[in-house]
């Protein structure tokens, strides 16, 4: 199979590492070739290592759901947008070509995909310390030319990788990003993950290196994470202190997993928009998974979420005007309009224009380009450059989870996929969240982050409500009738006890890790 390395995956932890300050008493252990048999089956990371035979069932079974690949020589692909020069504009863009281009994400239901992404922090084992670009761009050449995936280059630096319709890419501290493919069942979701991850294991285990699944960097200063070589990532850098003071903590300290969700018709993506809207605080809480920052609490379940609050508030938040009955393509087009531009793309680099205006853009008075029109790459670019709880493209983005394990990964697509792909689900989320009002909406957006399903709502809990929608996703996942709702397991948990992973961190934090987060670092790895 090519999808089984040449040098098969070690399964194994390296050397033994003690890290906290005297006093601290917490040893992570992480012993050398370990199997998969001997690790403690009660820790959240483990389910990734001894889960190796059904695992090698999943990736097997890739090659029938399209993700796999054919052992062939890898190629080397420009950087993103690779399809700039394609696009030639034969008359100039209006407001109706954007508007056109989000409406040309409708498709009827029978052919909805499911598109998962997950980021994830890479760090030596041995100190703890972030991964260099130099060892990401190993591991990238190593994953490339091992299991057939084609490089992609921003000059001389590889800065991800592609394969089919998944994607590696590096985020600004060099987070690791796997793009996957659109797929039809949760099922194959999970075996894609699966796969995303044995074949990066299988690399970065021999060089020393592993990942971790939270939200937030709980140990690095954002000085000692390295910065990736990506044009769009400088400009973005030099902008963020200028119009929040968490901008910064967002590029380098942040990791996300996210959903992305079609729709059929304006309608339908109106009511999913609302309810992903009204309903992200809730995601929010269920997967909370970041309440460190260099080495101690924040005081936060989600740093990852309050991080957000002030990163620039032109292109965050929870977008009320979606709420209005006027609402539609044509006023998300408006506001997208007036969100600032950062760059634009021409012959391979990133041309600063930030703070600029793409309405100025479309009439050809863009100050850095200066007669120059814009294309739909322009367009498309601006578009990823908007930062809401609900992102809207060619389909919808559930942007409010943080990162975490494996089993989370494959929870969070299982939740949005259950409540706005079921109509009946669908129609009882919009009726239950139809009275909130604009104010309510943006209290829970504030306080969720602090209290999690602690936090008041009306005579109650928002746990009391994550109860209620919990049954909706899950009675949507039945109703779709391909056996997916063991996919929320991982956050019935949460929901029934009410206490949220952060909290589960917490306790450890307090109680047998001696108040070091250093063991965080096998707890949640990968």
């Known amino acids: 199979m090519a999808l089984v390395p040449q040098t098969g995956p070690s399964f194994c932890m ?10 601290q008493s917490e040893v992570v252990n992480m012993t050398n070739n370990v199997e998969a048999s001997k690790m403690k089956e009660t820790r959240i990371w483990s389910s990734s290592l001894s889960r190796s035979h059904t695992k090698t069932k999943n990736i097997l079974s890739l090659n029938k759901i399209g993700v796999g690949h054919k052992q062939r020589h890898p190629v080397i692909v420009a950087a993103s947008p690779p399809t700039e020069d394609a696009v030639v504009a034969t008359e100039p863009l209006t407001k109706e070509d954007l508007v056109g281009y989000l ?8 052919k909805w995909r499911i598109g998962t992404e997950h980021e994830k922090f890479g760090f030596e084992f041995r100190t703890l310390q972030p991964m260099r670009y130099e060892q990401i761009a190993e591991l990238l050449n190593g994953v490339s030319e091992r299991f ?5 280059m921003e000059g001389d630096n590889i800065i991800g990788l592609k394969q089919g319709k998944q994607s590696i890419s590096l985020e600004p501290g060099g987070q690791f990003e796997l793009s996957g493919a659109p797929l039809e069942t949760l099922h194959q979701t999970c075996a894609e993950v699966n796969s995303h991850l044995y074949q990066v294991k299988a690399v970065a285990e021999e060089m020393g290196i592993g990942f971790l699944g939270i939200g937030f960097q709980p140990k690095w200063r954002i000085k000692d994470i390295p910065i990736m070589p990506k044009g769009r990532y400088e400009i973005m850098r030099n902008y963020m202190p200028k119009v929040g003071s968490l901008g910064l903590d967002m590029m380098f300290r942040t990791c996300t997993v996210q959903v992305n969700l079609d729709f059929s018709s304006e309608i339908d993506m109106i009511r999913k928009f609302r309810v992903g809207l009204a309903l992200q605080p809730i995601a929010t809480a269920l997967f909370a998974n970041s309440p460190f920052v260099e080495g101690k609490p924040s005081g936060y379940l989600s740093m990852r979420s309050q991080i957000w609050t002030d990163t620039d508030n032109n292109r965050t938040g929870m977008l009320p005007f979606v709420f209005d009955g006027s609402f539609g393509f044509e006023q998300y087009v408006d506001y997208a309009l007036d969100v600032p531009m950062y760059f634009v793309y021409r012959k391979k680099k990133y041309i600063d224009c930030t703070g600029m205006s793409f309405r100025d853009f479309l009439a050809g008075k863009l100050p850095s380009l200066p007669g120059e029109l814009p294309n739909l790459n322009d367009w498309e670019n601006h578009l990823t450059t908007i930062f809401p709880e609900v992102r ?7 942007r409010g989870a943080d990162g975490g394990p494996w089993r989370r990964l494959c929870a969070l697509p299982a939740f949005w996929v259950g409540i706005l792909y079921d109509e009946v689900s669908l129609q009882n989320a919009l009726d239950m969240t139809s009275d909130w009002t604009p104010e309510e909406r943006q209290m829970l957006r504030n306080k969720v982050p602090k209290t999690g399903l602690k936090t008041s709502f009306r005579d ?10 919990l049954k909706l996703a899950k009675d949507g996942l039945e109703r779709r009738g391909f056996k997916e709702t063991g996919f929320l397991n991982a956050v019935g948990e949460v929901v029934r006890t009410g206490v949220t992973p952060a909290e589960q961190l917490l306790e450890m934090y ?3 890790w001696g108040q070091c987060v250093d063991p965080v670092f096998e707890e949640l790895l990968y």
Do not use: F, I, Q, T
């Open 460 to 469: 109650g809990l928002l746990k009391h409500v994550a109860e209620d929608v």
């Open 148 to 152: 057939g995936w084609d490089k992609v």
């Open 392 to 398: 809207l493209k060619r389909y919808l983005e559930m």
């Open 14 to 23: 390296r050397s033994e590492v003690v890290h906290c300050k005297p006093g």
């Open 510 to 512: 307090y109680g047998p």
């Open 103 to 110: 409406a040309s994400g409708c498709k009827p239901k029978e």
